[in-house]
């Protein structure tokens, strides 16, 4: 990955991992269903050893084992809220500095079994987790090593292998999700060369279903955009001079990626062939391995992209300072060349506003034009965005997710950040691109509410309520319902567009309302 400090750079990173359930907190909750949870996640390891060869009598003892152990490293591992501050999981170090964190850790013979490059420096993301990793080193027997990584093994490989393996995966996978049925297999191979192949897959995808044309409405739609949130940037009440500088230069180093990357990979060296799925699946991850080890040391490839063209998403990179759009979310319900800028402005332009306020999110701001970790806010100017961004986990924390599992304000603060703020950015440029003229009514509806209700559309759901928890507890964006209820109830815009008065449901009060970009 990039190095945080120099983003010109690619360096190894080592994080905290190495657990079977979603989240580090599953491990210690202790109520009802977190319990009853943990006891089908230990039977669904005792069946899959015994799938992979253990004796039955031998299975369960192994499972408490390997349970015990993934306990282990769960304690010493960061909480989702922690992972998510980017100075505090930077710790560059040598390789001697590494081993004198964890000497227990053969580490020489570990980077030379993977074939590493020469490392110099390394980010180690959480040292807390690495030196309690050499503890246990030593602490944990080497048999219950051995069953560890065995049962790991077979749980990357059980969807991939018989029908036995894969009912059972599906089947402890369904009390996390709730859902119902096992994805028809053309389903699951479709995601799995997604996966493998996804730029191969999706230079396929590209010449059916997106055209040049569709490509440049979606960059001057970008560009109107960017010179929304510049006008904002230049009137910011609550901002310094000083720091408006910095970020009207950060705003214009953005680098745009649109559709699909102008140079396609090489999957010459993959070797994929007839008989084994698993044998294909283990050699793509193999290719995939090698490829991202081999860039270690060497300039960061600018022009790389990390989602595959048919990905129904979008992302910004702090590091890169970029936005990108697959040509899988550049489609409708998001976006339609052929449909009006209130439909395309309030689907495909908040996303767009979306990734576009990443850059200056609790967690985007903290980089600069060139992608640096660095410091470029006055004291000021950054206190007081804190304080904005209080409000905002404020508002979120008082949501409730499913049932009586509240939404956690402080993991989705970055996202409920960029959705307050792509909407009010988007708002204004759709606002620029009528260019005062009065949009016509459509099935009732004005432009403005043709506006705010393509935005609600796009994050329609249906979550059934075992999902929703993973979610809440894992996923750090809002649950839709407060995606879309969350941002509109700040904005005297919407009020204004469908005649909401103070003290409707959808109206804050105005010592509530919050407005940071």
């Not at 905002?392 to 603060?413: C, E, K, M, P, S």
């Not at 999902?467 to 507890?473: E, I, K, P, T, V």
Request: charged residues 25%; hydrophobic residues 40%; contains cysteine.
């Amino acid at each position: 990955r990039q190095d945080f400090k120099n983003s010109t750079a690619t360096i190894a990173f080592l994080s905290q991992g190495g657990l079977g359930l979603p989240d580090r907190d599953y491990y210690f909750r202790a109520d009802s269903q977190s319990t009853a949870l943990r006891s089908a996640y230990r039977i669904h390891i005792e069946r899959t050893l015994a799938l992979s060869g253990i004796p039955a009598a031998e299975s369960r003892p192994a499972a408490e084992r390997i349970l015990g152990l993934e306990t282990a490293l769960a304690a010493a591992s960061r909480t989702n809220v922690e992972v998510r501050d980017p100075k505090s999981n930077y710790h560059a170090m040598s390789r001697s500095q590494l081993a004198a964190l964890s000497p227990r850790v053969a580490w020489k013979e570990y980077f030379g079994a993977l074939g590493t490059p020469e490392l110099g420096t390394l980010n180690v993301a959480q040292p807390g987790f690495f030196h309690a990793l050499d503890s246990l080193w030593s602490a944990v027997p080497l048999e219950d090593w051995k069953l560890y990584l065995r049962w790991h093994a077979a749980r990357f490989a059980s969807p991939w292998l018989s029908s036995a393996f894969v009912n059972e995966n599906f089947s402890f996978e369904s009390r996390l999700t709730g859902e119902k049925e096992l994805k028809p297999r053309w389903k699951r191979c479709m995601a799995a060369t997604d996966v493998a192949l996804g730029e191969a897959l999706g230079r396929q995808f590209v010449a059916r279903y997106f055209t040049p044309a569709t490509r440049q409405r979606a960059l001057a739609m970008i560009g109107n955009l960017e010179a929304a949130l510049r006008e904002r940037l230049g009137t910011l009440e609550w901002m310094s001079d000083s720091t408006r500088t910095q970020a009207l230069a950060k705003l214009r180093a953005f680098q745009r990626k649109i559709g699909y990357p102008d140079r396609w990979r090489d999957y010459s060296r993959l070797s994929v062939a007839p008989g084994s799925f698993l044998a294909n699946r283990e050699n793509a991850e193999g290719f995939e391995f090698r490829r991202r080890l081999a860039k270690i040391g060497k300039p960061v490839d600018r022009t790389e992209w990390t989602m595959t063209p048919p990905t129904v998403n979008a992302y910004y990179n702090s590091s890169m300072n970029e936005i990108v759009f697959p040509a899988g979310i550049l489609q409708p319900p998001f976006f339609d060349p052929q449909a009006d800028d209130a439909f395309n402005y309030g689907g495909i332009g908040t996303v767009i506003g979306h990734e576009m306020t990443h850059g200056f999110d609790d967690r985007g701001r903290q980089f600069d034009a060139a992608g640096n970790l660095r410091d470029w806010w006055t004291p000021a100017d950054a206190d007081r965005f804190k304080a904005r961004a209080g409000r905002i986990i404020d508002q979120f924390n008082g949501y409730v997710a499913v049932d009586t599992v509240h939404v956690n304000g402080r993991l989705t603060t970055g996202e409920n950040i960029a959705d307050l703020g792509g909407l009010a950015i988007a708002y204004r440029a759709y606002q620029h691109a009528r260019a005062g003229h009065p949009e016509p009514v459509v099935d009732g509806f004005t432009g403005d509410q043709r506006f705010f209700l393509a935005f609600a559309q796009i994050w329609r759901e249906q979550v059934r309520p075992e999902l929703a928890r993973q979610d809440a507890a894992t996923n750090p964006h809002s649950p839709g319902r407060w995606r879309v209820n969350g941002p509109l109830s700040n904005l005297p815009e919407f009020a204004r567009a469908f005649g909401c008065r103070e003290g409707d449901a959808m109206v804050r009060a105005d010592d509530l309302k919050v407005r940071i970009w």
